[in-house]
């Protein structure tokens, strides 16, 4: 057993404080990584706060997960000791069900999905993430990454990355179609970067009018405030695909009445509130309201050569793990550009 320095939520009402655990041993085909920078994503508040009711307590949140390889076990052939390493939302799937075979592990319908914390392995083992010194994974699960990037700007591709890489990818998002993004955050902001770079003509959405000028940094074509009605009013039927990033209850059919004739809005934000359309909004149009999760690991292998080949990574604010409660709070009030990352060398300050 690998003794493990993290912090941890012990219930929902707790700050994050210091907490040790011990890490598996390592396996034949697992790999041991020292972590160096850890996201901090908004599911890891609803997590923590128990927004969604399934937590489990004590909790290591985090899974944004990059750093070294330290060891290796005897049947790994895709790492050495040394290599840049990462970690999303998954360590583990039944990877014996259609889904998991075709690489769509993290829709594993085999009920052996284990994500990377408040997630139990097949031995009930609890998972426990990455605000912590190290990680134990299988190889199968672990993410190659280039030395070319920012590696600390990298960890929000492994979460923020790829859950806004996989349905532009997965709806043939190109050049020449005009797409839309809704909220600029830790999500919007990856979405904004990714659309640009496909080659489409960007509309930022955003309730903040003091937001224009950074949304146009990041690769908005143009910025529209949603709280001027007749802004809204002038763009109806006229997109061809919108990515709702927002994780706060809103009403999507103010953007579902943009899109075009067979438009199609995606949804990757998760309120905690259920969201309610008239099936006439969807229907006058053929319009087409679907969600994401996040991407399987070789689409997430993909998004982050492609963001090595484009020199892609995410905006992000450093803090030392002694400041994440304060960083949850300021999440909840958007007072981040774009995505705060752990230090992780600061556990053991």
């Known amino acids: 057993m690998s003794n493990t320095l993290a912090y941890a939520v012990q219930t929902a009402t707790t700050p994050l404080a210091p907490f040790e655990f011990d890490r598996r041993e390592l396996g034949p085909s697992d790999v041991q990584i020292e972590i160096l920078f850890c996201g901090v994503c908004h599911s890891d508040i609803h997590q923590a706060r128990n927004e969604w009711g399934n937590s489990i307590f004590p909790m290591v949140p985090g899974h944004e997960i990059v750093g070294r390889v330290t060891q290796i076990g005897d049947a790994v052939t895709q790492f050495a000791a040394g290599d840049l390493a990462g970690v999303g939302c998954m360590v583990d799937s039944c990877r014996e069900c259609a889904n ?149 209850s809103h009403d999507l059919s103010i953007y579902l009445n943009l899109l075009k004739l067979n438009g199609s809005m995606v949804l990757v934000g998760i309120p905690t509130e259920a969201a309610s359309v008239h099936a006439a909004t969807l229907a006058g149009k053929r319009r087409s309201l679907a969600g994401s999760g996040i991407g399987g690991i070789k689409e997430t292998q993909e998004m982050l050569d492609y963001c090595a080949e484009h020199n892609i990574v995410s905006d992000i604010e450093m803090i030392n793990i002694q400041d994440i409660n304060a960083a949850y709070d300021r999440v909840l009030k958007s007072d981040v550009k774009y995505r705060f990352v752990i230090d992780m060398a600061s556990l053991k300050g």
Request: charged share 20%.
């Open 100 to 248: 998991c075979k075709s690489g769509e592990e993290q829709y594993c319908e085999g009920g052996k999905l284990v994500l990377t914390y408040n997630s139990k392995f097949p031995d009930g083992t609890i998972s426990q993430g990455g605000y912590s010194d190290n990680i134990v994974v299988d190889e199968a699960f672990a993410l190659k990454i280039s030395p070319k990037l920012d590696l600390a700007a990298v960890a929000p591709l492994l979460c923020a990355g790829i859950t806004t890489y996989s349905p532009l990818k997965h709806w043939n998002v190109q050049a020449g179609q005009k797409v839309g993004v809704v909220g600029l955050g830790g999500l919007g902001h990856m979405a904004l970067k990714f659309a640009h770079a496909f080659g489409a003509h960007v509309t930022q959405f955003t309730t903040s009018p003091g937001k224009e000028e950074d949304a146009k940094r990041l690769g908005a074509d143009e910025v529209v405030v949603t709280r001027d009605p007749e802004a809204l009013k002038a763009l109806a039927n006229t997109f061809d695909f919108i990515i709702d990033t927002v994780s706060a």
